[in-house]
């Protein structure tokens, strides 16, 4: 046998270790992947999970949770979710309670035919620190977490989403010139716009941000909860002379201010007394319409969970999310560990959030980031009394008057299947608002199907079916 030429070796062990080295920095972590969870169904897509240490000297690390699109997920975007709360996991919420592609039934894991894995590449991050399994080890009780940690922009200030971003890319490389979604709801209207515009200020060009949605979100406090004296009395749930009080008494513009000074609020606290008895501890705020997991209601949670998408939801099911992630066999399965607390729990209570945060408004944000050309979504599930869909709608109308955006899709239904999804209205073809019928204040939860058509109509940038 002729041996080879010793240049021709050389070139061929350098075009080894060339294929080599190009796997290893075009591969996702290997590190995170997860081999199967516990009780899972088989999948083809690739799943992954572990911290992402944030600052070295404190260690803080956030805990997040990928799953990749269910087909060519070389072809999908990346699309970031963020729960609310504030101190709601992402994870329990909206990965095993929303839009990922599990649900606990029992020891096992069904499938969400309605995933939004099926569109998009899903990363869901546990924010902020303290949340979930996201840790820090000198993190104590007694530090004030703010929305100058989980993303505005502030000098001195830890910068942990953003941090998180840019050492997952070199983690994720694959990914790091993908078109991008930042998603969320609730407080995550805050979240949101501030890491939103955190990431265009820093590196326009680092990030390949396409847009953002947000869903039931706060994002101007006295706007959003003044509305829902209306929602509540509309829905039939408060009395008319409760009604007069609650919109004479309570103003919400300057309840929060008031709080602090011990003054008028102690009068709109006994006006919420009599609006929390009349409503009934067992109608869920955040779903007027949808029936109560009894014992839920006794032990003060407020998380509503699906059971078998599309076919019954399960409004018990936050007990199996808790008792799933709890499991060592899953927390091993996901490379997750318990730093400073002994259970992992769906919303956090350890966290001294700033109360006078609500009052920061975030749509002067969302403004900014459409002005920068930044597509945006606001969506409402129309059953939600906590973040009511008319207030939401009064803040986009307002802000597409601000901007001087013409109306290009008047106010109209969509359809789901040849059902109505909801209404919607675009303002200058970049700002779009749009309720889903029927769905709570997690809308994915209660209407899995019209939230995935609302997804996808989001990331290809095209108005919602008007026709069916």
């Not at 041996?3 to 590190?31: D, G, N, R």
């Not at 996201?134 to 993303?151: H, L, M, Q, R, W």
């Amino acid at each position: 046998m002729h041996s080879l030429p010793l240049k021709t070796m050389e070139m061929a062990v350098a075009l080894l270790l060339l294929h080599f080295f190009t796997a290893a920095v075009s591969s996702p972590s290997q590190v995170d992947r997860i081999d199967r969870l516990p009780g899972q169904p088989q999948v083809g897509f690739g799943q992954y999970s572990g911290y992402v240490t944030v600052d070295d000297k404190k260690q803080r690390a956030l805990f997040y949770y990928f799953a990749e699109a269910e087909v060519d997920p070389a072809s999908k975007p990346l699309v970031l979710w963020l729960n609310g709360g504030p101190g709601c996991s992402s994870l329990g919420v909206g990965a095993f309670s929303e839009n990922g592609p599990f649900r606990p039934s029992g020891e096992v894991l069904v499938r969400n035919q309605y995933s939004w894995n099926r569109e998009a590449n899903m990363l869901y991050l546990e924010s902020p620190i303290g949340v979930g399994f996201s840790y820090a080890t000198d993190f104590s009780s007694d530090e004030a977490v703010n929305d100058k940690i989980t993303g505005m922009l502030h000098q001195f200030d830890s910068r942990d989403n953003l941090v998180f971003l840019q050492r997952w890319f070199e983690r994720f490389p694959l990914y790091r010139n993908r078109s991008m979604f930042i998603t969320g709801e609730s407080y995550a209207g805050h979240y949101v716009p501030q890491l939103a515009e955190l990431m265009l200020q820093m590196n326009k060009e680092l990030f390949n941000l396409k847009g953002i949605a947000l869903g039931n979100p706060v994002l101007e406090f006295s706007t959003d909860f003044n509305s829902r004296a209306e929602f509540f009395w509309a829905h039939g749930l408060i009395s008319d002379s409760t009604y007069k009080l609650f919109t004479s008494v309570c103003n919400y513009s300057r309840y929060v201010s008031e709080y602090y000074r011990d003054s008028v609020s102690l009068i709109c606290s006994r006006v919420m007394s009599q609006v929390n008895r009349e409503t009934s501890r067992f109608v869920d705020k955040y779903d007027v319409t949808l029936d109560v997991c009894i014992s839920s209601v006794f032990s003060q949670s407020k998380v509503l969970s699906p059971k078998q998408v599309g076919e019954t939801i399960d409004v018990c099911v936050e007990d199996e999310i808790v008792n799933y992630l709890n499991r060592r066999d899953v927390q091993m399965a996901l490379h997750a560990r318990l730093v400073g607390v002994r259970r992992w729990a769906v919303c956090s209570n350890i966290l001294d959030y700033e109360l006078l945060d609500l009052e920061i408004p975030t749509i002067s944000i969302v403004g900014k980031l459409i002005k920068a050309g930044i597509p945006v979504l606001v969506y409402s599930g129309d059953q939600d009394s906590v973040i009511p869909l008319t207030g939401t709608r009064t803040l986009v109308r307002r802000l597409a008057e601000e901007l001087g955006l013409k109306t290009t899709v008047p106010y109209r239904v969509w359809f789901e299947g040849q059902q109505v999804g909801g209404w919607t209205q675009v303002y200058g073809n970049i700002l779009s608002f749009a309720t889903i019928r029927g769905a709570s204040h997690e809308a994915p939860f209660s209407q899995p199907e019209r939230s995935l058509m609302l997804f996808k109509s989001f990331l290809v940038g095209r108005p919602l079916p008007e026709a069916f």
